[in-house]
């Protein structure tokens, strides 16, 4: 079976704060995705990387970055969270054309 | 420009019927769809995918049709559960360039009461 783990399930930071949302999966996938979900907008696409070291912005990048030295790792970085990006945060991945397999979701709150 | 679109916000069925979710795209260079199932505080889980080059996948209790002229995909759930009850997102996949991502609708929250 395909494991998505995500560094953590719940996150409460500070605005201003720099946050850092790890992501790793365990199938030697090479696409990585992070999206985030908000009620009545879907899932919303931040980033992906398709190879390590390469990276995609996705549909709504600003003032996210990302970062994937090993094939296995993809992670989500705010340089400055704010309020408006207090989100429930989604990380996927999958083989080159197929099935995106989600882990269980991190539910970050930004005071 | 949401290429992907999920009309129907939610979905009350009884347990037992079936359930209809419907699904409508816009770019003609999609050719792969997905449908995924999320509860509350989960990722959202697989369900079951279609091709292009098919008109109907068929899993246990769940079937995707697609209709290409219409550009029209569904999935029908019989008979449906009350564990059924979850939002059900849509997805596409294209041709060429960045082919490995996903666009998702928006989602229709299936409720099957008992």
């Known amino acids: 079976d395909v494991k998505v783990t995500q560094s953590s399930r719940y996150l409460v930071k500070r605005t201003g704060e720099k946050v850092f949302l790890e992501c790793v999966q365990d199938?030697?996938?090479?696409?990585m995705f992070w999206y985030r979900q908000d009620p009545g907008l879907g899932l919303r696409l931040i980033y992906f990387?398709?190879?390590?070291?390469?990276?995609e912005k996705g549909d709504i990048p600003e003032g996210y970055s990302v970062s994937r030295e090993k094939k296995e790792r993809f992670s989500l970085i705010l340089e400055s969270a704010s309020t408006n990006q207090t989100s429930m945060y989604l990380c996927?991945?999958?083989?080159?054309?197929?099935?995106?397999?989600f882990g269980p979701g991190t539910r970050l709150t930004v005071l | 420009d949401q290429q992907v679109k999920q009309n129907s916000p939610s979905l009350s069925v009884q347990e037992g019927r079936i359930s209809i979710l419907n699904c409508d795209y816009t770019?003609?260079?999609?050719?792969?769809f997905l449908w995924y199932k999320k509860y509350p505080a989960e990722g959202p889980t697989f369900l079951i995918s279609?091709?292009?080059?098919?008109d109907k996948n068929e899993d246990g209790r769940f079937t995707v049709f697609l209709n290409k002229s219409a550009k029209h995909l569904s999935l029908h759930i019989v008979p449906s559960q009350p564990g059924d009850s979850a939002v059900y997102f849509c997805?596409?996949?294209?041709?060429?360039?960045?082919?490995?991502?996903?666009?998702f609708g928006k989602g229709t929250l299936l409720t099957v009461n008992p």
């Open positions: 199938m030697d996938h090479e696409n």
């Open positions: 990387s398709y190879d390590v070291k390469m990276k």
């Open positions: 996927a991945s999958s083989a080159r054309k197929g099935a995106s397999f």
């Open positions: 997805a596409a996949i294209g041709r060429g360039g960045s082919n490995y991502k996903l666009t």
């Open positions: 279609i091709s292009s080059i098919k």
């Open positions: 770019n003609s260079m999609f050719d792969y």
